[in-house]
Nanobody
Framework: QVQLVESGGGLVQAGGSLTLSCAAS????????MVWFRQAPGKERAFVAGISSFGTTTYADSVKGRFTISRDNAKNTVSLQMNSLKSEDTAVYYC?????????????????WGQGTQVTVSS
């Protein structure tokens, strides 16, 4: 079973930047696509970004052009660089490991979730 530990969240002003990191263990990290999801208060957990084992990326329309997902297979980490943050980006952010590419964008496709990291954007 994969273990996921997200970090890097915090409070930031609108227009600011933040970088999230996710450390994964259990299994061969480099073989799997990785994803970021987020869950705002009162809303469903939603897809944010995905990256294939080869580095191909895909994004939700709401973050395209502002967020960048990347991975370091040597360190078993996946990151999410978030720029031009908006109040609507406020959420708990989660990473996960996908089993297919293109990655599934519905959260019910993922069995295990870490604790997430809170991002709060003040306007």
């Amino acid at each position: 079973q994969v273990q996921l530990v997200e970090s890097g969240g915090g409070l930031v002003q609108a227009g600011g930047s933040l970088t999230l990191s996710c450390a994964a263990s259990g299994g061969t990290f480099s073989l799997y696509p990785m994803v970021w999801f987020r869950q705002a208060p009162g809303k469903e957990r939603a897809f944010v970004a995905g990256i294939s084992s080869f580095g191909t990326t895909t994004y939700a329309d709401s973050v395209k052009g502002r967020f960048t997902i990347s991975r370091d297979n040597a360190k078993n980490t996946v990151s999410l660089q978030m720029n031009s943050l908006k109040s609507e980006d406020t959420a708990v952010y989660y990473c996960n490991r996908a089993s297919t590419w293109p990655v599934p964008r519905a959260s019910y496709n993922y069995d295990y979730w870490g604790q997430g990291t809170q991002v709060t954007v003040s306007s």
